[in-house]
């Protein structure tokens, strides 16, 4: 399992230079991107910046506009390339129905425009793992490079984890629990997980 995890090269993602966060409406980009701006800013003092950009809907994550602006980060709310390049950028879209073609195929033209280093799928690990799977496939087209998990804490089911970055042949880079931010963000090793795996048996 860890020689699997391994070949999946999830240590490429350790310190990304442009990130973002996709995936369906209510899986939890927006708070994920805020907790793991924290930890770049607080933590690692890197300098950041957040694009809170629209889609096919209107992007309503205030939230993240003012937790950033809290900690000092910049939020633009329209892409332009010849802003000064920051150590790590976020690009924060709205959630979309990955179901739909042409849709997809429009926010896809938009993370090409970003050219993002680590395309981050964000699924909602309480739902059902066939309800996942279906997402994971539908966001095929958007070339997704690594997966991020959300809601653990209402549905903490290692095995869960370990099918989903398996069947799909994504690296977990990040995992987040609770609405709170900062706090509840965790990038484990494969190590750490086969140990939670062997704790649940």
């Not at 930890?39 to 992007?59: F, K, M, P």
Request: charged share 20%; aromatic share 6%.
């Amino acid at each position: 399992m860890l020689a699997a995890w391994d070949h999946l090269g999830g240590d490429r993602f350790a310190s990304p230079r442009r990130v973002a966060l996709i995936g369906p409406p209510g899986s939890g980009k927006s708070a994920c991107i805020a907790k793991w701006l924290t930890v770049e800013v607080i933590r690692n003092r890197r300098t950041c910046r957040v694009w809170r950009l629209d889609g096919a809907v209107v992007n309503g994550a205030e939230s993240l506009s003012l937790h950033a602006e809290l900690i000092g980060v910049p939020v633009e709310s329209a892409w332009n390339p010849a802003v000064p390049a920051h150590e790590v950028e976020y690009l924060d879209l709205p959630g979309w129905n990955a179901a739909d073609r042409e849709l997809n195929d429009r926010m896809a033209n938009l993370l090409d425009r970003f050219d993002p280093d680590c395309v981050g799928l964000v699924l909602n690990a309480a739902y059902e793992p066939t309800v996942l799977q279906i997402q994971a496939q539908d966001f095929g087209p958007c070339h997704p490079s690594c997966l991020v998990l959300t809601h653990l804490d209402e549905y903490p089911d290692p095995a869960k984890v370990w099918d989903l970055t398996l069947q799909n042949q994504l690296p977990l880079v990040a995992t987040s629990t609770g609405p709170c931010v900062p706090g509840g963000f965790d990038r484990l090793s494969g190590e750490q997980w086969v140990e939670r795996l062997l704790a649940s048996v």
